[in-house]
């Protein structure tokens, strides 16, 4: 975003984004920044998996704190954020595949699926634990939900960092 921002990638004719020559930015930086994105990319397509695998826990460790007054073991709380990692995989698939078809923007998709998962989330924990108010459905589904995004943005800085060192190892 800071790129288009700044005019360093511009759309071309065919509605792509490709580097600005007029930019103000070097050559060189252009090259580091492309690699530094190569690289991100190529570590979370390769590791897809694993990050996932590695988030279920941590999913689970946040529903735990959120719901701690309830006596649930851990246990019960894994089962659940598998259930529910599963979900979103399935609707990331979903939402990807009818942008495919359809081609609408990805804007309103990302609306779309943050919508639907936080619906599905305040449905699920009404369900699997017993909540009788909304409200507080609401609240702790919110909160568990920013939780977990927190989590994800720490990794997605860890992914970044050890992009970064990968590229400065492979330009010295």
């Not at 735990?64 to 089962?79: D, G, M, S, T």
């Not at 599963?86 to 990302?110: C, N």
Request: hydrophobic letters at 55%; charged letters at 15%; one cysteine or more.
């Amino acid at each position: 975003k800071v790129l288009i921002e700044d005019k360093i990638l511009i759309l071309d004719q065919s509605g792509c984004y490709c580097f600005n020559e007029d930019a103000e930015m070097k050559t060189d930086d252009i090259d580091i920044t492309d690699a530094v994105w190569s690289s991100m990319v190529n570590i979370t397509t390769s590791y897809l998996s694993v990050i996932i695998l590695f988030t279920t826990p941590l999913l689970a460790f946040s529903l735990r704190l959120v719901q701690r007054r309830h006596k649930v073991p851990y246990l019960h709380h894994l089962i659940f954020s598998l259930h529910y990692t599963a979900f979103v995989e399935l609707l990331v698939l979903f939402i990807f595949l009818l942008h495919i078809i359809v081609s609408p923007s990805m804007s309103v998709m990302k609306w779309v699926f943050g919508l639907i998962s936080i619906i599905y989330l305040i449905l699920a924990f009404r369900k699997v634990y017993g909540e009788k108010s909304w409200l507080k459905t609401v609240i702790k589904s919110v909160f568990t939900s920013l939780i977990y995004q927190l989590i994800c943005l720490v990794l997605l800085a860890i992914v970044f960092l050890v992009a970064c060192f990968v590229v400065a190892f492979q330009y010295h």
